[in-house]
DNA sequence: CACGTTATGGACCGAATCGTCCACAATGGT
DNA sequence: ACCATTGTGGACGATTCGGTCCATAACGTG
């Protein structure tokens, strides 16, 4: 199944045939028919088995114990800006293809992308409003939107690396979203512990 | 030229065929061939054309007189946000399409994306120069920080836009943007004039 | 008008597309 | 060991793909 997602996410859904698919799986077509119902079926399954992939990864770095929550969601998007700026293959990420590819035309591959939009969005929620109990962020931000923001600038970020841009605009995004998240009144300052501060100069 | 941009922006690059472009321009197939050299070739020319008016348009809305940059800034998240918001077909950008179906074999298109991307990030930091010489925005940041910062905010709107979320997220992602931007410190508050606050609640 | 040049458009080609079909193997129950 | 059921895989078909080719039309020049 892994080896379906690849193919996929390289080449797209349009540009993935299912003769590729049988070379690849060493499957023959009557069994790929049997066991899915078709192309669209194929990658629908596969589309939401990377979806559940991605909640869960951010879910496991970001739910963690009530502490450290700021910590976390700054890591967070340093990890993301690292990997995307990492990814020279330009590999990015398959939700983001099929949203772009098919939801204008197909309402599943859409709903699959609102889904996991907001399921990410809450998490993010979730994180930012434990570092606001925990005094790290202003406690009267809101943090629903504030959330929403963060999400839009992690998916900006994606869709920036795919278009080829280094490794140091991303950082640049990150750091630039971290440092104007809106800190505590008695607390401002730099955002957390800052790992890699050299290199952006 | 405008009908082919459609195609493609619609139906994608490999979901295009040139019969249908064919049969949609009213050109004969040798025609085609005869003026462009062939599917890909027009590709990249339509792709071309469309960055050139996206990069004239954000020009045409930053790139004013000296004088009101800040608000320029604003407007122009906000009309995006806006923009995207209103899309309810889910059409999204051609560009965006282009580098997260192609990017990662076409190097052409990936050049393309980058230079685009980097000509709305030099958009973006001429404006908030401009806000920082006006008092506007706080002079000590970086400016072309700041500016990728926006893009990526722009760029994952158009993502998450395409991905079916709802116009309220893409306000509360531009008015949290807007807000968090470095003011200067005698003058912090709420971003400038805000034209429909009443709709987000 | 005559003529060389260029643009046109659709028939045509081989390759590739998605999906079907069926002879055959593997499996499990008795 | 026997048989019914399920799973397998590749040949096959109808269609569509990108691209070529050429008879014809349109055009500029004398």
Redesign the interface.
Known sequence: MATVAGLFW???Y??TSMDAIATATGLGKGSLYGAFGGKRDLYLRVLGGYCAEVTDAASVGLAGPDDGAFARLCAHIRSAAQGIGADH????CL???A???L???DHDV??Q??R???GL?DLLTADIEAAQREGELDATA?A???A??V??????????G????DAE??D??A???IR???RTAHDAGTGSTRSGEAETG
């Open positions: 390289s080449r797209g349009a540009g293959a330009h590999h990015g939700l983001a293809k949203a772009a590819e939801s204008e035309h859409a709903e992308a609102r996991t939009f907001e969005a809101d629903g939107a504030l929403r923001f999400l839009s600038v992690l998916r900006g970020m994606e869709a920036l795919k278009g080829g841009v605009w991303l640049d995004a750091e630039t979203t104007l998240l809106p």
